[in-house]
Nanobody
Framework: QVQLVESGGGSVQAGGSLRLSCAAS????????MGWFRQAPGKDREWVTT????????AYRESVKGRFTISQIRAKNTVDLQMNSLEPEDTARYYC???????????WGQGTQVTVSS
């Protein structure tokens, strides 16, 4: 079992920055990847970014490339999401998720709200 706790959400003006953090605990040895998803009211949840357990391979949604960076802090069992040049379209509840054996996102955090105003 893995537990995920997000932090760092808040409200910022367009062009601002936020840094989200996701702390993993429990059976962290079983984690194969970590990712961030987001969901705005009335819209489907969408994938944002993923980092593999090797801490090197990453992938990003096209709309956040060059603005968002996912990174791993191995000693703390933590992944961060640095978000720069935020836009109102980035407003959503952001969820941390972890892949178990089989590559399926089976562990989820409670989410943290990000609001970007114009």
């Amino acid at each position: 079992q893995v537990q995920l706790v997000e932090s760092g959400g808040g409200s910022v003006q367009a062009g601002g920055s936020l840094r989200l953090s996701c702390a993993a605990s429990g059976d962290t040895y079983s984690i194969r990847c970590m990712g961030w998803f987001r969901q705005a009211p009335g819209k489907d949840r969408e994938w944002v970014t993923t980092i593999l357990a090797d801490g090197r391979n990453t992938a990003y949604r096209e709309s956040v490339k060059g603005r968002f960076t996912i990174s791993q802090i191995r000693a703390k069992n933590t992944v961060d999401l640095q978000m720069n040049s935020l836009e109102p379209e980035d407003t959503a509840r952001y969820y941390c998720a972890a892949c178990g054996v089989g590559g399926i996102y089976k562990y989820w955090g409670q989410g943290t709200q990000v609001t970007v105003s114009s």
